[in-house]
């Protein structure tokens, strides 16, 4: 079947580390976001990529990295500068300018 | 740049209408969205409609599009406790980012 997928669901931080939130997807989709989730909040977007080997800083990229080296692929690395990182994280993918297909998140704690 | 907005929290008896709303900023989007979003889980798209409409019916579902107001509603009829979830609005333009609303908490009382 069709879908997207994130991994792991829940991931555990200590303070200092990078940790790495995995996005795959097999919908032939171009374009991939990554959104962080806070209690009570809406949708902020970190990063989006229109098309492999590019990728633009949304509204809350600070402390965050990521890459897309394959259409199906886009990796978000929450770098030790982010400081306050724990947050729930929902990647999408979708046809450029057309509807947003979610994965079922990422729930990222420091301990 | 695109901005959209919701209020944060409705309440609604269950069996009574519901009623979601939300405005947006540019007038050039194409398409706007409604998704709903369960605990814990991703956003799922219920519905969506082109701009170029006014109104769209799915069952329980109705959309009403204002574009002069750049305002948009969800209504859906005969609320039942498992649409208690928090619905979001987002708008986007072919080939551009989709941007999202705050969302709403949507709450039916039994």
């Known amino acids: 079947d069709g879908g997207i997928t994130q991994s792991p669901k829940y991931l555990f931080r200590k303070e200092g580390q990078n940790v790495t939130l995995s996005c795959e997807q097999n919908?032939?989709?171009?374009?991939m976001y990554w959104y962080r989730q806070d209690p009570g909040q809406g949708l902020r977007l970190i990063y989006y990529?229109?098309?492999?080997?590019?990728?633009q800083k949304g509204d809350i990229a600070e402390g965050y990295s990521v890459s897309r080296e394959k259409k199906e692929s886009f990796p978000l690395t929450v770098t030790s500068a982010q400081k306050n990182p724990t947050a729930f994280y929902l990647c999408?993918?979708?046809?450029?300018?057309?509807?947003?297909?979610f994965g079922q998140g990422t729930r990222l704690t420091v301990v | 740049g695109e901005d959209v907005e919701q209020s944060l929290f409705l309440s609604v008896r269950e069996g009574d209408s519901s009623v979601i709303n939300c405005t947006y900023t540019?007038?050039?989007?194409?398409?706007l969205y409604w998704y709903k979003q369960e605990p814990g889980a991703g956003l799922q798209l219920l519905t969506y409609?082109?701009?170029?409409?006014d109104m769209k019916q799915d069952q329980r579902l109705t959309v009403l599009l204002n574009k002069k107001d750049k305002h948009l509603s969800l209504r859906i009829a005969d609320t039942q406790t498992g649409d208690s979830a928090i619905y979001f609005c987002?708008?986007?333009?072919?080939?551009?980012?989709?941007?999202f609303g705050t969302g709403t908490k949507l709450q039916v009382i039994p």
């Open positions: 999408a993918s979708s046809i450029r300018g057309s509807e947003a297909f």
């Open positions: 540019d007038s050039s989007s194409t398409y």
């Open positions: 990529s229109q098309i492999v080997n590019d990728f």
């Open positions: 919908l032939n989709h171009d374009a």
């Open positions: 987002a708008e986007s333009m072919s080939y551009q980012k989709v941007t």
């Open positions: 409609i082109f701009s170029n409409m």
